[in-house]
């Protein structure tokens, strides 16, 4: 199956399976505020891979991540990454939405990514939850929740220092060594689950862009490689295409929070008698 | 038992011990420490020492079914457990953060880049196929787990040989060792975890230790194969503070490493497994190599014999340790001034007598003549105990030259 | 001396290998090998107890037995009880009350005594933790043939498949009394006394090594 998808993937033009370019992200939807009873929540949508996302909080520690943190005098936050048992594509069913390593470690990670950018020192004593729920499983879930959960933050009106963004690039077969000029060469940004399923291998990169135009420049908080083998000398361009994925990411999201912002915030700031 | 919180005299002594690129075991920056590998006398079973951080990994197989997705491989599982051993505050058992963290690095570092061939582990498609398991025990905790965990791991997976097995329809049959000679894994590559840790000035570091570890700000870990590809890579801000990327500036350090220390675990599998195929005699109780035979408190007996004498005869061997009481008070009686408490020295420890480890105050002639006790015993007992037992204050400090450092540290 | 006959033989413990301090975050450390046997201990202690098993007027005492491949099983679990009812009897838990003492004990291999060389590791760890006890506790372990009615000390692996039965047994040093026993197998009475009596005898060789060890450090220090 996957060898078809190589030889059409010549035939192609260049382009990927779904018709991306190499550079092209997938259609983003955004929604935010998705939840009443939440203090913040945001719905994301990259192409087929969607995602929830709940915060609660600041409130008082409690729970099993209060005691952990015990004698922690600055905040806490605690992540929760559970994808839903009918996620997957192909009719393939989870077992369990949480508790497993995999799960595990992405809370981990999630949290990590987290805790770089909310300004924890302004929440002494008390805890943040950052809930997210794997609605559907196309690839870069990681990536989409990290970016669901820097929106839902925004929604609860937690400050945060920057948009914490994450971005996928693929070296969708990093073995062959013939198409060194072209565009794929340098791997393809936001990968589908195909894609991620290549031979070839997938970084993940959680970075904080920054205001600046100069992609590059943006700060890698969390990467994470996986997949088959990837020669160093090729790491380097993948990380940079992640890291222009990111920015790019980041521009639409901005956008997307600024025209939520408008909408919402318009009653509030006008008149004080408008009846909804 | 949590975690002791690290002082910040500490935390600023190492900062700034990093400053001036200096680490407290006088390592460069990038310096890995020494890796010495044992292997047991079970096939795929091997203790790594990284510096003082310790694992034990011993790889197991048995047949089951393989998966329905991927009916024509075999398995391959890798556990890596926090013993409470390696440091009070693991928990015997339990799924912690730092656990799923190695587990899952190793699992991309070793399964996800499909090191070794699975297919051939695969006996009767989807019905039947090999299932490794790696376990590695942390039973030392020094810092960096993770690449001891992973040194520990290929090593073990290199050295393991399974059962040979062969299948007429419906039948399989597995061969004991004594059967068939056994059959090693196929490996495409090697890939090992190189650690680095990032410190708040920039500074990057090889293989941190437990104390780096908590002070640093950003670890870095790289699954890395011989022919520098990378398998895996996890890079996490451990505190919340920003440092510049360093991929870019070690990853051609961390190759070079990988390099050298695949083929160091190379060669010392190699070495070991031909020692078995030639069937040598130091074939068994290979872990005795890990005891440094001149530690001072390390210790080997021979074989030691005893003479059984039957069930009936109960009550001369009491008359035998009445006899033996008797020469021992004969060996008192040379000297019924102070050798009591000498005598019996090498016999009192633990066994609830008087203490010994104080001396009194003695005049010469009483050392004198104890000297001369303890010649007495050595001779008829052979016991050990060592002349440098001595009495007076001043020669005890003559003595004490004799440790070395490790016997302290280690 | 009538029912089964037991033939005299002289017993051989398998040589016995020994490196305290073996590890440097525990308190007190061995790896402790009898023949090919090899086990690892380490002992934490006294420590800060978790609130649900401290007893207030001693210290609570934790084992933990850990196999060298798969998950803990019952028979491990089994080991672990052994090993804390022994430490238990020698340790002089009123000492430090309101405290835990950890015993963790990893096995590295197993060629046969694997409890009578867990135990050993165990009370060396104790010795090197400098934790107090009342007495040293020493462990041997002995089969007797199925064919031969032979009694084989300190049997390794190819020896115990051939065993009826299986004893470990582990003294104190002080009085020489049991602490503790385990069997496997059918036996008669007589069988099991005479190998308590020649385990009790081969004993006093491990309380030797112990107390040789012992010296061998204690008076350079």
């Not at chain 1, 989870?94 to 924890?120: F, N, T």
């Not at chain 1, 920015?247 to 318009?266: G, M, P, Y």
């Not at chain 3, 060629?111 to 050993?120: E, P, R």
Request: glycine residues 6%.
């Amino acid at each position: 199956m996957l060898e078809g998808d190589q030889d059409q993937e010549e035939d192609q033009g260049g382009l990927r399976n779904d018709g991306r370019r190499a550079a092209e992200l997938r259609k983003i939807r955004v929604r935010m505020g998705v939840f009443g009873q939440a203090d913040g929540s945001a719905y994301l949508e990259q192409g087929n891979t969607k995602i929830l996302v709940a915060v609660y909080g600041p409130h008082q520690p409690r729970g099993s991540a209060a005691r952990a943190g015990g004698k922690n005098v600055g905040g806490i936050i605690n992540c929760q990454y559970s994808t839903a048992v009918f996620s997957f594509s192909a009719g393939e069913r989870k077992r369990r939405p949480r508790g497993d390593r995999k799960s595990i470690e992405k809370s981990l990670q999630l949290r990590r990514a987290m805790e770089s950018i909310i300004q924890l020192d302004l929440y002494p004593r008390s805890q943040i939850d950052v809930f997210v729920e794997v609605l559907q499983i196309d690839g870069s879930e990681y990536c989409v929740a990290v970016n669901a959960a820097t929106l839902a933050l925004i929604d609860a009106g937690i400050p945060i220092k920057d948009y914490a963004i994450g971005c996928t690039a693929s070296l969708i077969d990093s073995t062959s060594k013939n198409d060194e000029d072209s565009s794929h060469a340098a791997g393809v940004v936001d990968a589908t689950y195909m894609e991620e399923c290549s031979p070839g291998a997938t970084l993940s990169i959680i970075a904080l862009p920054g205001s600046s135009n100069d992609a590059t420049k943006g700060l890698v908080v969390v990467a994470q490689g996986a997949g088959q083998r990837l020669h160093l000398s090729r790491l380097e361009a993948l990380r940079n295409r992640a890291l222009c994925g990111c920015r790019d990411i980041r521009n639409i999201l901005d956008r997307a929070v600024r025209q939520h912002l408008t909408v919402h915030s318009q009653p509030s700031f006008s008149t004080l008698h408008v009846i909804d | 038992m949590r975690e002791v919180i690290l002082s910040h005299c500490e935390k600023n002594f190492v900062n700034k011990a990093i400053d001036k690129e200096t680490r407290l075991d006088g390592r460069q920056l990038l310096e890995a420490r020494p890796v010495n590998i044992h292997f047991g006398s079970n096939w795929g079973c091997c203790i790594v020492s990284l510096g003082r951080t310790k694992a034990i990994a011993q790889v197991s197989c048995d047949i089951q079914k393989p998966k329905a997705s991927r009916p024509n491989e075999g398995m391959l599982h890798i556990n890596v457990e926090l013993n409470p051993m390696a440091a009070p505050f693991f928990e015997a058992g339990r799924q912690s953060d730092p656990s799923v963290q190695i587990n899952r690095q190793l699992e991309r570092c070793l399964k996800d880049s499909k090191c070794i061939d699975l297919e051939s582990l695969c006996i009767v498609a989807d019905k039947k196929a090999w299932n490794l398991r790696v376990d590695i025990n942390i039973i030392n905790h020094d810092g960096n787990l993770v690449d001891c965990a992973s040194i520990a791991a290929l090593a073990a997976l290199m050295h393991f040989h399974r059962p040979d097995v062969s299948s007429s329809e419906e039948e399989i049959i597995i061969h004991s060792f004594a059967e068939k000679d056994p059959l090693p894994l196929t490996i495409y590559h090697h890939p090992v975890c190189i650690s680095f840790l990032v410190f708040e000035n920039g500074n990057t570091i090889m293989d941190p230790t437990y104390l780096e570890e908590k002070v640093g700000v950003a670890q870095l870990t790289m699954g890395i194969n011989s022919y520098r590809e990378l398998c895996s890579l996890d890079f996490n801000y451990l505190t919340r503070t920003s440092v510049a990327d360093v991929i870019p500036t070690i990853s051609n350090q961390a190759a070079n490493y990988a390099a050298e220390l695949v083929s160091l675990i190379k060669e010392s599998v190699r070495q070991d497994v031909e020692a078995r195929y030639k069937k040598e005699v130091k074939n068994f109780g290979r872990f005795e190599n890990c005891i440094a035979t001149d530690k001072l408190t390390a210790m080997f007996t021979d074989k030691i014999p005893i003479k059984l004498s039957s069930w009936g005869k109960m009550d001369d061997r009491e008359d035998e340790i009445m006899e033996d009481q008797k020469e021992n008070e004969q060996i008192i009686k040379i000297n019924k001034n102070s050798a009591e408490l000498l005598l019996l020295k090498g016999d009192l420890f633990g066994n609830g007598g008087v203490n010994t480890w104080q001396n009194d105050s003695s005049s010469d002639d009483e050392e004198e003549s104890s000297d001369e006790v303890v010649m007495v015993e050595e001779t008829k007992t052979k016991c050990h105990v060592l002349d440098d037992i001595e009495l007076s204050e001043d020669s005890e400090e003559e003595e004490t030259q004799n440790m070395t450092k490790d016997d302290i540290q280690t | 001396m009538e029912g089964t006959e037991i033939v005299e033989d002289e017993g051989i413990l398998r040589p016995m290998k020994c490196e305290l301090n073996h590890l440097t975050m525990p308190d007190g450390s061995a790896m402790f090998m009898q023949g090919d046997t090899a086990v690892v201990a380490g002992i934490y202690g006294p420590v800060e107890a978790r609130v649900q098993k401290m007893m207030y007027d001693k210290a609570s005492i934790e084992v933990v037995y850990t196999p060298i491949k798969g998950p803990p099983c019952v028979d491990d679990r089994m080991r672990e009880q052994i090993i804390k009812e022994t430490c238990e009897a020698a340790l002089i838990a009123t000492l430090h009350p309101g405290t835990a003492i950890c015993i963790n004990v990893q096995e590295l291999q197993d060629s046969g005594g694997l409890l009578a060389c867990t135990v050993n590791a165990a009370c060396l760890a104790l010795i090197n933790s400098g934790l107090s006890m009342k007495f040293m506790i020493g462990a041997v372990n002995c089969m007797i043939e199925k064919d031969s009615q032979k009694l084989i000390l300190d049997p390794d692996t190819t020896q115990i498949q051939e065993a009826k039965a299986t004893f470990t047994f582990i003294f104190d040093s002080s009085k020489k009394d049991l602490v503790s026993c385990q069997t496997t197998g059918r036996f008669t009475e007589k069988e099991f006394l005479y190998s308590f009596d020649k385990c009790k005898e081969a004993s006093q060789c491990v309380f030797q090594f112990f107390r040789s060890i012992v010296t061998k450090y204690a008076t350079r220090i």
